[in-house]
């Protein structure tokens, strides 16, 4: 009886040390984070402007963070496959996403199946940059102005039809606003990305096309293309003579935007430490150069405000997709 007595209280024993330190272990490993190699999904492929802003962000984030951070693309779905990924990964700050406004706001209203929900699968962590894009024709178009593309649409309904890098992409949505607002009609031709939507674009087998800034900056420089607007509220910096979409039609307002997010329930201690490299990191001047160069404005948002930008997304887009119709397996 004794021996057994003793035993139990022993056992109890351990068992009370074991959760105490347990207890205390759990602070200690958060102020650790991070102890090893940090994994950067980007849910595109290598090239783009996405994966550009991750690489950039890495290398400086791994700086602060005294690991190395490693990007990861996990390209398909429309960003579905890598969103997926880390929704998945085990919440512990060492998977991230280099999330946009297709993985976070569009895919979720256009997919009939959605494999997870954006605002409570993920951790938001930090707003980092917002892309314009842009409003570009053919030179041969006559029209110089948004305001004469509107006269020219509303002339000749159904005439016209206007190029994006593909169905349910946010280009493809930014046409689909630009009619719903400007009370305009014209014919959508999806192509599968950018490149073979800008080639038809400047063979004019197209006249009209929405592309982020950065892909068609160059041709809007040698005359190739005529850029009639930026979608975003202000103008772009590397355009200032470029106006605004908003300036012709009040209130229009659409752009690519790169933000991080970890998988939901990942400690507050992680989220907010990555959260402080990010912004040691956008704040870093050759990090805001490579940003300007292609037009990126540099944001740098607490958790809570990408948290609310998220929800003001999906709020935005949602009757944009419905009224188009669009939707998707």
Not at 23 to 37: E, H, K, T
Request: proline share 8%; hydrophobic share 45%; aromatic share 6%.
């Amino acid at each position: 009886m004794t021996h057994r007595s003793i035993t139990r209280r022993t056992a109890l024993a351990l068992a009370a040390s074991a959760v105490s330190l347990f207890s205390l272990g759990n602070p200690a490993q958060a102020q650790n984070f991070p102890d090893r190699v940090i994994t950067l999904v980007v849910p595109f492929a290598a090239g783009g402007s996405t994966d550009v802003v991750a690489r950039v962000i890495a290398q400086k984030m791994g700086d602060d963070l005294g690991q190395q951070v490693v990007v990861e693309n996990i390209a398909g779905a429309g960003g579905n496959l890598g969103a997926d990924r880390v929704a998945r990964a085990e919440p512990d700050g060492y998977t991230v996403l280099m999330g946009t406004v297709a993985t976070h706001a569009l895919n979720p209203l256009i997919l009939k199946t959605k494999p997870y929900d954006p605002e409570k699968d993920f951790a938001p962590i930090s707003l980092l940059v917002v892309v314009p894009n842009v409003l570009v024709v053919n030179p041969k178009l006559p029209v110089n102005t948004v305001a004469e593309l509107v006269a020219l649409l509303k002339a000749e309904p159904d005439k016209y039809a206007y190029a994006s890098s593909g169905n349910g992409t946010p280009l493809h949505l930014s046409g689909e606003l630009f009619k719903s607002m400007a009370g305009v009609s014209m014919q959508h031709v999806p192509y599968k990305g950018s490149g073979p939507a800008l080639n038809d674009l400047l063979g004019n087998q197209v006249s009209i096309m929405f592309d982020n800034l950065p892909s068609s900056s160059g041709h809007i420089k040698s005359g190739t293309l005529r850029a009639l607007g930026v979608t975003t509220k202000e103008r772009a910096s590397s355009f200032p003579d470029v106006p605004t979409i908003a300036e012709t039609v009040p209130g229009y307002e659409t752009y690519t935007w790169n933000a991080l997010f970890a998988p939901a329930g990942t400690p507050p201690e992680a989220i907010d430490r990555l959260n402080a490299a990010a912004k040691k990191a956008l704040a870093d001047p050759s990090v805001a150069a490579r940003m300007a160069d292609f037009s990126a404005q540099i944001v740098g948002s607490s958790p809570e405000e990408l948290k609310t930008h998220v929800s003001q997304e999906i709020a935005k887009w949602g009757p944009v997709v419905k009224d188009a119709n669009i939707q998707m397996d």
